[in-house]
C-alpha cells in the first residue's frame, strides 16, 4: 500500500481586522477611599469618631461563633456520613442488590450534599467574622458603616450588613 501525501493547500492572507472605536463617558476612575476605623466618622456627618464594640462584647460574640462553628462542623461530619452510607464496620449499608428506589437514594445524596455545600459555606462565614473580631471591625456595617444591633449579630453572627443596609433603606454612597 502506498502512503499518499498530504496535499498542501494555499493559505490566504489575513484580512486586516477592524476594531471598532469606543468611548466610554459613564466610567468612573478606580480612587479608594479607605480611612482606617479609628479615623472614620458618623456617616450623619457629626463629629463623633464612630465606635466599635467593646473588647467584651467581642469576646461575647466570638463564644457565640465558636460555638455555632462547633456544630457545623459536627453537622457537616454526620451529612457526609449519611451520604457515604459506611456503616461501623466500614462497609456499605445499602445491599448490593437493585430496587426500585434507587432513584431515590440518589436524589437524597444529592440533597444531602447540598445541605454539606451549605454548611461549608457557612463555617466560611463564620471563620471570616472570627477574622473581623480579631482585627476589631466586627459588627460594623460595609455599607453604612455604623455598628449593626446586637439582636441581629446573636442572629446571624456572621452578618456584615445592618438590617437598614440589608433591606435596601440605606443606599451606598457613590464615589464622585
Do not use: W
Not at 9 to 19: M, T
Not at 61 to 66: D, G, H, M, S
Request: proline fraction near 5%; charged fraction near 35%.
Amino acid at each position: 500500500m502506498a502512503i499518499k501525501k498530504p496535499v498542501k493547500k494555499k493559505v490566504a492572507p489575513l484580512k486586516e481586522v477592524k476594531v471598532p472605536k469606543t468611548s466610554v463617558k459613564t466610567s468612573k476612575p478606580y480612587a479608594p477611599n479607605y480611612q482606617p476605623l479609628e479615623e472614620r466618622k458618623a456617616a450623619d456627618g457629626a463629629n463623633e469618631l464612630m465606635i466599635r464594640y467593646s473588647d467584651a462584647e467581642l469576646e461575647e460574640f466570638r463564644v457565640l461563633i465558636n460555638k455555632k462553628l462547633a456544630d457545623a462542623s459536627r453537622e457537616v461530619a454526620y451529612l457526609q456520613g449519611i451520604i457515604t452510607r459506611k456503616d461501623d464496620m466500614g462497609g456499605d449499608v445499602d445491599g448490593r442488590y437493585m430496587t426500585m428506589e434507587d432513584g431515590t437514594v440518589s436524589m437524597e445524596r444529592e440533597q444531602m450534599s447540598q445541605m454539606v455545600s451549605r454548611q461549608i459555606s457557612f463555617i466560611d462565614n463564620l471563620k471570616k467574622a472570627l477574622i473581623r473580631i480579631e482585627n476589631k471591625t466586627y459588627g460594623v456595617c460595609r455599607v453604612t458603616g455604623k455598628l449593626i444591633d446586637k439582636a441581629r449579630l446573636r442572629a446571624v453572627p456572621h452578618a456584615t450588613l445592618s438590617l437598614e443596609a440589608k433591606l435596601g433603606i440605606v443606599k451606598p454612597k457613590e464615589q464622585n
